[in-house]
């Protein structure tokens, strides 16, 4: 098994959906990341079976909203001294702004372009948002 | 130190210039990978200071010849039983067919769009290769 040893001080984003791993790495910009990283494919896990990990050797900034939406599932824990200091479990946020695109063409939003749109949370099973312009639904 | 433990049956693609390792991860299309696989990046090594490690579970055909050109410092570590089975030092390959395209514009590969054009290498420490007809010098 593969496995990777604790870091000293970082995030670990863990239990991301097997395959999802990698979309993720891309989105928190970790390609370009001039410090320690890994991402892991395809791991064993006890709870989902397989599952990626990404562990981050640095204090980052990470949007857990976008996170949230990415894959609501996953944990994240926050280390120092090779300890976990903080557990951070994920949920599908309850609105966002500026993320998701409204689908219904004749929404104003679409025919206007408008940016910054907020959609909240009608659906949490079905991952379902609303548009708060013109009320159509936007699954993720 | 973020570390990977051995692993298993697999490959270690070790020594991969810091910043590199992204891309050939992505080249072997190891992003889509359904087995265990792992990408470190900017690790601490003692030879080339920081280094990218490409970790893979599985038995798998590798390109030497792209890998020689994308980066001829790197090791692979073929492992067996958790052990190095064998050891695999990359260089720049001595010609290359189908790889490289002649900069030349007024090269008949260029102008009748011709693929699988063979490449000599002229030059180690340059990385220069010449062009099978007309002798113009690509370098990577």
Redesign the interface.
Known sequence: ?????S??RGIVIDHIKAGCG?KIFKELG??K????????????SNRIGKKDII?I?NEIDIDLTILGIMDPDITINIIENEKIKEKISLSLPESVKGILKCKNPRCITTIENIEEVEFILTNKEKKEYKCEYCDAITSL
Do not use: C, D, G, P
């Open positions: 098994m593969l496995n990777v040893n870091i000293k990698y970790l390609h990341a001039e410090y320690t990283v890994a991402l892991l494919k395809n791991v064993h562990k050797e």
